[in-house]
DNA sequence: TTGTAAGCGTTATCAT
DNA sequence: ATGATAACGCTTACAA
């Protein structure tokens, strides 16, 4: 029965307005709960506007603040052509950091843009943010020297970091706390009688990696641990697998073996039980990270949990302060020691 | 040397326009590459803009076009506020999958918003179609009997189904060819002397599941297979633990077991594991997507790829058809059957 | 070949 | 309390 109000033409402020026999300024003060409105007619406004089926245009919106409420997420993309395969961060990551992103800018109705990075240059990514494509960026997977984060800044444009940060420069960022993190490993490794163990590096071309051998070297003494052997891993299953092979042809096998990430540390595990070593019996393991995969291997992995979609959160509640004018600081957020079987 | 233009006003249209001593027309027509405008006046024109640092309005031109060249991608995402655990579709199949999106988009100049579905009712994605939030959407893990795409329809919105698919509508969609996929798997079976098999079921939430069901059962005679058992695995690990569970309880092991995906094969292979029967000796497990997990268990999976950012490249592709008004019919890809070990 | 003018839907300013 | 008007930056008839 209820005539369903099909806009046959759209239905804009003007249609609205003449249906309540307002003028389009009073109905957008209405509809935007200006004060100074009384309650009468914004109801009125409403009801009319329901029953026209009337939906306010975000362009319009957009238009006229010159802003466009899209954040875009930028993340390094690369496929190769001919084995088709991809190149980019681990999705698992990935996912995690946007959805914490859009749970933080969502209320705020900010919306976000993914931006797949497959070598954009600064330029590329400013004329983005002039054309008001989007206003601000958030930077996941980042590599240490990259310079587009500066030449942002210096033409006023927001962003955040995510897993990186400039040192020297108070660019927002949200990184993990690497340090407090194997503070609690080796509190944990020492706890077991371990004495010694090797370091599985990441990957030097993030801070982050760099970083944490930094950490651990300066970490180690603290809890009585030795450092006994350094090894890359990069980040990698393969890599993890290699320095665990090179690290079985060394001799006297230390106490743990302390990855920088979840992939190196399967890496290692497979390259152990190649050799017939257990985990922990024989050798613990440890990880950093805490993905899927760390409860999917055998054994599952002692690893300190990485929270992507909490970092991400913080990481869209900065830049929405950033829209607001503010000038947020970066932030580490503390990981947490997973204890399960391999150490 | 080069004083740098650094525009101190917004420079638009009509700067340019001042600047080159034309109309604001003409720079618009020169800049869009109409014809009719003579090549010195457009490189004229372009020396002007690129000297000025004129960055154009995406903005302006959505507002006049009544277009945001954005596409809305649909995710489940749930977030369980006690847990703090994400109750999503896979990363990976999400990551993968948005890639191919923006890859096939991204020279039409469309780019992809990520919408985290926790529960929006047609009424709201609509509204986002209708206030010119994204210009359609791509829907990701849609579960069977959601009725959100025909409300979409009938207020024709454009719309792309992945891995869905609605049956007795001609809705444009991509999905995998299950059928194919399991004449591939089934060759290569009976090729092993397979002669009957446990099949263990998906989440019968999705079509897609169901769809195998019914494939499975109809097939395996064709291929002198016996169809031994039927259980669910519910696309999970634990779920496809626990089939293994039931199996190794009722006698006779088939010769082989199909697993309606990877994650649920690798539970079913933990279960033989833990009662001693090895992969693939004492019985052959296979699976379906082929994600990152099938190379990183032991034993690796013999498996139907499931080409996810081919698959997003074909959405978008769609999508794009859909903008240009054309009604493009729905396509099923072909998965590869992938040998490993398992199987 | 180029210019003029209108219009897209919104909000803010200034009147009334 | 409400109305008229301008402005945001762009494109596209229509005119010249």
Redesign the interface.
């Known amino acids: 029965m209820a005539k369903k109000a099909r806009p046959r033409a759209k239905v804009t402020r003007l249609t609205v307005a003449a249906r309540a026999g307002l003028s389009p300024s009073t109905v957008s003060r209405a509809l935007a709960d200006h004060p100074g409105i009384p309650e009468s007619t914004r109801r009125r406004v409403k009801a009319v506007a329901k029953s026209l089926g009337y ?6 919106r ?2 006229y603040q ?1 802003k ?1 409420f ?1 954040i875009g997420v930028v993340i390094p ?1 690369k ?1 190769d052509p001919a084995s ?1 395969r ?1 190149r ?1 961060i681990l ?2 990551y ?3 950091t ?2 914490g992103i ?2 933080a800018v ?1 209320p705020a109705r900010y ?6 990075d497959g070598g954009l240059d600064a330029g590329a990514l400013a ?1 983005m943010a ?4 989007v206003d601000g960026f958030v930077f996941l997977g980042l590599r240490a020297g990259d310079g587009r984060p500066r030449a942002l800044h210096e033409k006023s444009i927001p962003f955040v970091l995510i897993h990186h940060y400039e040192a020297g420069h108070p660019f927002p960022f949200v990184d993990i706390d690497s340090e407090s993190g194997y503070r609690a490993l080796f509190t944990h490794l020492a706890s077991k009688g371990v004495k010694d163990f090797a370091w599985i590096a990441g990957d030097p071309g993030y801070l982050d990696a760099t970083d944490r051998d930094r950490i651990v070297e300066r970490l180690a003494p603290e809890f009585g641990l030795t450092l006994a052997r350094k090894l890359s891993g990069r980040y990698s ?1 393969r890599g993890g697998r290699e320095a665990g092979e090179a690290l079985l042809k060394g001799g006297r096998l230390p106490h743990a073996i302390v990855c920088a990430n979840d992939r190196s540390a ?1 890496g290692v595990i497979e390259a152990l039980r190649a050799a017939g070593r257990r985990v922990p019996e024989d050798v613990r393991v440890t990880a950093f990270d805490n993905n ?2 760390a409860t ?3 054994p599952a992995l002692t690893t300190l949990d990485n929270p992507f ?1 909490e970092i991400g959160r913080l990481a869209g509640l900065k830049m929405l302060a950033l829209f607001r004018g503010e000038m947020p600081s970066g932030e580490r957020v503390k990981p947490t020691l997973i204890v399960r079987d391999s150490a």
Request: proline residues 2%; charged residues 20%.
């Open positions: 939906v306010p245009s975000d362009l319009g957009s238009f010159k466009s899209r993309f496929r088709g991809l980019t999705s698992e990935f996912s995690k946007l959805f859009i749970h969502d919306t976000v843009n993914v931006i797949a004329a002039l054309s008001h494509s299953r399967y899927d995969l999917l291997v055998t979609f």
